[in-house]
């Protein structure tokens, strides 16, 4: 008897601890802890670097650099103003561009998704083009044949055709983009309208 006694005891005393276990607000957890990145999520995007418009950042910002560094190499000038206004020109490049490199192969442009990214580079790509071609055009013409203003204009021309060629692309891939985004919109719009007029031939005293 008293072995049943205790038997029972014990059986009691477990299930009452498994009652205020189930009962605690700390359980244990099966589910694996994820260990957070240091980085917060940023990892290189190889593939990005390896495309056509990564290739094409990573040439528009060496070229803009090399053509700033030409540049800066004249010490003297008469007039001065093309030549500030290369300098301006390349060096703003060089910044703008390097940083759109550093954000899409960081893929930091997704943690923004409210902004167009696509027209963002439409815009600076097409601007660049721009610039590089006016500001050379005028360091042409008060070029006074020194070596440092030849490699400018050169590496400045280079500049603009690479700037070009990204704008070319960079407007096929927001073109596309806004078609992809018009599709979906356009399908809901035609079943929604299929759906109404439905409804409205099943009920014609709605009509």
Known sequence: MRNTEEAEGSD??????????????????????????????????????????GILKAIEVVLSLIAFICIETIMMCSPCSGVYFFEFVSCTAFVVTGALLVIFSLSLHTKVPHINWNLTDLANTAASTFLFSLSSLVLVCINHNSGAEIAAVIFGFLAAGVYALNTFLALRRWRRGNGTQRAPQSSEYTRARTASRGEMEARPELA
């Open 12 to 53: 009691g005393e477990a299930s009452n601890t498994m009652i205020s276990g189930a009962n605690s607000p700390y359980q244990p957890t099966t589910e694996p802890v994820q260990a957070r990145s240091v980085w917060g999520g940023i990892r290189c995007d190889v593939d990005y670097l390896q495309s056509y418009f």
